[in-house]
């Protein structure tokens, strides 16, 4: 009997502590991303009649400008996980020519269509840089006139001649955004009007 109080009591102690942890990382400089039209890709109303019946739509191109300000150079790239995983629609592959598609949701178990991001070529620091990918962090390529940016994938930038990331301040580039919709009879019922609503986050990564 004492031996099983003793043990009681012990455990009781245990339960009522908890450990306060604080952590964090110092850096020499700090970055801060910003998007233009508030991060905002608006196709406003689509009438269905618009719409091909058994083959995906491709809506036109939109573009957001992206900036990256840091308090003095420094080396950094983005990751762009997809926010409506597992809604990407089928057939969006071959219509939107991209393997790294981010979904538009799905209402009733149907999915409403697909859209893929490129990056126009940067300027760095006032000048024309390049743009880089990279499936580990580690072994880096460059793009020609555009990257789609892979699910599973850090893009960055470099100064012109680069192969690795550089140290930058400030970045400026376009993504263009291109949107296709799933065919129509693929589709949810349209009566009541179904809303696109597809996002990223772009994540800052400091290399």
Known sequence: MLTLLAAASI?????????????????????????????????????????????????????????????????????????????????????????????????????????????????VDGATGITLESPNGTTWREYDGGVTPGLRYMTAWGVSGATTPSAIKDLTTDIRVRTGVAAKDDLPDLAGGVALDGLVTIELRYL
């Open 11 to 123: 455990a009781g102690m245990a339960a009522e502590t908890a450990d306060l942890s604080v952590k964090g990382v110092i850096r020499p400089a700090a970055c801060q991303i910003t998007l233009g039209h508030d991060g905002t890709v608006d196709y406003g109303t689509i009438s269905a009649t618009t719409l091909n019946q058994s083959a995906p739509t491709v809506l036109g191109d939109r573009t957001l400008p992206l900036t990256i300000s840091c308090d003095a150079a420094t080396t950094f790239g983005v990751i762009i996980p997809d926010g409506r995983p597992g809604t990407v629609a089928d057939g969006m592959e071959t219509a939107l020519n991209s393997q790294n598609l981010h979904g538009l949701g799905a209402v009733g178990g149907r999915s409403l269509g697909a859209f893929t991001l490129m990056f126009s070529a940067p300027t």
